[in-house]
């Protein structure tokens, strides 16, 4: 039974990339439904798929959040992950496809759900903004800040894996991946063609878009964006990245994770020898997991 990977808005649920893809739940309006009415949608989806893993950006509204932590609460259910990591949201919907992805695949949902830490690495997300004032994601600098009230101003920003800011112009550049990706732009209130051409300096190979996501004015200060993603797109290369990482079993539930955190319940490495939990394996010695090796990029 595959893994529901689930979103918070329709349009982070990017179309398929390949014919495996699964499907994405959209958990939409999960702050103005009815509590009980979003118990049993929730309920209802744990009890088709056995897990759910629940994908949201920084930027989701704070009343959407305290829902799907008091629904988990509600339900008492340790097969319910809230992954939220610090993302732009186009880089959210990419990563959240990936991961629907790899629910096609022979999978535990425990590895599942803790690749989505792994699959960030590879991620390098940002935008071309009209302005800087409001970007809090970055530092900015002083200079940057007086140019952004310039008429006609622009500047290039990379969010993740590691921050970079730069004005555009002809010779402006930003450090990108070092391994082959393709490319996906999400164009809000502003024409660049700086933007257009990242691709091509970046080497990807494939570029296609997609409508902007209502939480991109929020998380980046400003409408007047363009956002981009470079990502690695190939099932087979996101499966191998997965499956070459050890695996272990968390000493609390027992599910089969990859990392030091269990996504699941949020349980860390055992600080003791007898840290056992409830649903370990019987009659298995508690293992210290071990963190991950740092993910290398594929050839």
Same mark, same amino acid.
């Given at each position: 039974?595959?893994?529901?990977?689930?979103?918070?808005?329709?349009?982070?649920?990017?179309?398929?990339?390949?014919?495996?893809?699964?499907?994405?739940?959209?958990?939409?309006?999960?702050?103005?439904?009815?509590?009980?009415?979003?118990?049993?949608?929730?309920?209802?989806?744990?009890?088709?798929?056995?897990?759910?893993?629940?994908?949201?950006?920084?930027?989701?509204?704070?009343?959407?959040?305290?829902?799907?932590?008091?629904?988990?609460?509600?339900?008492?259910?340790?097969?319910?992950?809230?992954?939220?990591?610090?993302?732009?949201?186009?880089?959210?919907?990419?990563?959240?496809?990936?991961?629907?992805?790899?629910?096609?695949?022979?999978?535990?949902?425990?590895?599942?759900?803790?690749?989505?830490?792994? $699959?960030?690495?590879?991620?390098?997300?940002?935008?071309? $903004?009209?302005?800087?004032?409001?970007?809090?994601?970055?530092?900015?600098?002083?200079?940057?800040?007086?140019?952004?009230?310039?008429?006609?101003?622009?500047?290039?920003?990379?969010?993740?894996?590691?921050?970079?800011?730069?004005?555009?112009?002809?010779?402006?550049?930003?450090?990108?991946?070092?391994?082959?990706?393709?490319?996906?732009?999400?164009?809000?209130?502003?024409?660049?063609?700086?933007?257009?051409?990242?691709?091509?300096?970046?080497?990807?190979?494939?570029?296609?878009?997609?409508?902007?996501?209502?939480?991109?004015?929020?998380?980046?200060?400003?409408?007047?964006?363009?956002?981009?993603?470079?990502?690695?797109?190939?099932?087979?290369?996101?499966?191998?990245?997965?499956?070459?990482?050890?695996?272990?079993?968390?000493?609390?539930?027992?599910?089969?994770?990859?990392?030091?955190?269990?996504?699941?319940?949020?349980?860390?490495?055992?600080?003791?020898?007898?840290?056992?939990? &409830?649903?370990?394996?019987?009659?298995?010695?508690?293992?210290?997991?071990?963190?991950?090796?740092?993910?290398?990029? &594929?050839?």
């Amino acid at each position: 039974m595959p893994t529901a990977i689930a979103v918070t808005s329709a349009d982070l649920a990017l179309p398929a990339q390949d014919e495996r893809t699964m499907p994405a739940v959209v958990l939409a309006g999960l702050d103005r439904e009815p509590l009980d009415e979003c118990l049993t949608e929730l309920q209802a989806l744990t009890e088709q798929y056995g897990h759910v893993v629940v994908v949201c950006s920084e930027a989701t509204p704070e009343p959407v959040i305290r829902r799907l932590h008091t629904l988990r609460s509600l339900l008492e259910s340790d097969r319910i992950a809230l992954f939220r990591p610090g993302l732009p949201p186009l880089g959210i919907a990419v990563l959240a496809r990936q991961l629907r992805q790899l629910a096609s695949c022979d999978l535990g949902p425990g590895v599942l759900a803790s690749a989505g830490r792994l $699959l960030t690495h590879y991620i390098h997300a940002g935008a071309v $903004l009209g302005s800087v004032a409001r970007l809090d994601r970055v530092p900015v600098g002083l200079k940057a800040h007086a140019r952004s009230w310039v008429p006609g101003s622009q500047f290039a920003v990379v969010a993740h894996p590691e921050p970079q800011l730069v004005r555009v112009g002809p010779e402006a550049t930003l450090d990108g991946p070092e391994f082959g990706t393709r490319m996906l732009l999400a164009k809000g209130q502003l024409q660049s063609d700086w933007a257009d051409g990242l691709g091509t300096r970046w080497g990807a190979q494939g570029l296609s878009e997609t409508p902007l996501p209502a939480e991109s004015a929020v998380w980046w200060g400003t409408g007047r964006l363009v956002e981009f993603c470079a990502y690695l797109a190939e099932l087979s290369v996101l499966y191998q990245l997965v499956t070459s990482v050890r695996q272990s079993s968390c000493h609390w539930c027992g599910i089969d994770v990859i990392g030091d955190r269990c996504v699941f319940c949020s349980a860390g490495p055992p600080s003791a020898p007898d840290a056992v939990g &409830p649903n370990a394996p019987e009659h298995r010695a508690p293992e210290h997991q071990h963190r991950a090796p740092e993910p290398r990029a &594929p050839a």
